[in-house]
């Protein structure tokens, strides 16, 4: 098999009936040259069902904080409705595509992630939130997957060892799956132009030293 391509999306790029289909097109004529492996948010739609059910939304520098209340949300809105619609429309557009979790047959298992120390200073516990267990990931099934001809389409959500649901950050998972997989290339793909600096500019290009400084 060639090394495949792990792609994350931002939520943000796969809403509404027009991009959806747009990107599933996409996605198809993609998959066509090379093994795909997809990986998908959905911060904004997490967002809105939150609201109608009136449970705050907390974040702290970009990372939600996640109750087991939240964690119920981002659970159906991720790996349901997102997940399931994203895979109709790649199917739609004539791809082969599959949704899956990291939780699925030890695709990503994770672990809980430590306190984040914010820009403010402060130690946060990000409750409900896992970090991927990088040596754990069990990758057979994603090559399983891209030599029959599919494109897994993961949501990002997963289990711990122990069965414990976390809600896990996207470009994080992508991170640790395109590692895993020995991935051509890695590519995060949202709204947000690029790695910005201070004052709010996009970085052109970083190397291993400058990312670490970050």
Do not use: W
């Not at 792990?6 to 796969?14: A, D, Q």
């Not at 997809?38 to 939150?50: C, M, Q």
């Not at 520098?61 to 659970?75: C, M, S």
């Amino acid at each position: 098999m060639k090394r495949p391509v792990v792609l994350k999306l931002g939520g943000e790029l796969i809403e509404g009936a027009e991009r959806l289909k747009a990107i599933g097109k996409v996605i198809k004529q993609a998959s066509k040259t090379r093994p795909l492996i997809v990986v998908h948010g959905g911060g904004r739609e997490i967002d809105a069902s939150l609201a109608q059910v009136g449970i705050p939304k907390r974040q702290v520098d970009g990372l939600r904080v996640t109750d087991p209340e939240t964690l119920e949300i981002v659970v159906s809105v991720l790996a349901g409705s997102i997940n399931t619609r994203f895979v109709a429309a790649i199917n739609a557009a004539g791809g082969r595509a599959i949704g899956l979790t990291g939780a699925d047959a030890g695709v990503a298992p994770v672990k809980k992630a430590a306190p984040h120390k914010a820009t403010s200073g402060d130690t946060v516990d990000l409750g409900m939130v896992g970090t991927p267990v990088t040596r754990a990931l069990a990758p057979e099934l994603l090559t399983l997957l891209c030599n029959a001809g599919y494109v897994p389409v993961i949501a990002c959500v997963s289990a711990s060892k122990e069965g414990q649901l976390f809600n896990v950050n996207a470009d994080t998972l992508a991170g640790s799956l395109a590692s895993r997989v020995k991935a051509k290339r890695l590519v995060i793909a949202g709204a947000t132009a690029g790695v910005l600096d201070k004052r709010g500019q996009t970085i052109p290009r970083l190397n291993q030293t400058q990312i670490a400084k970050l």
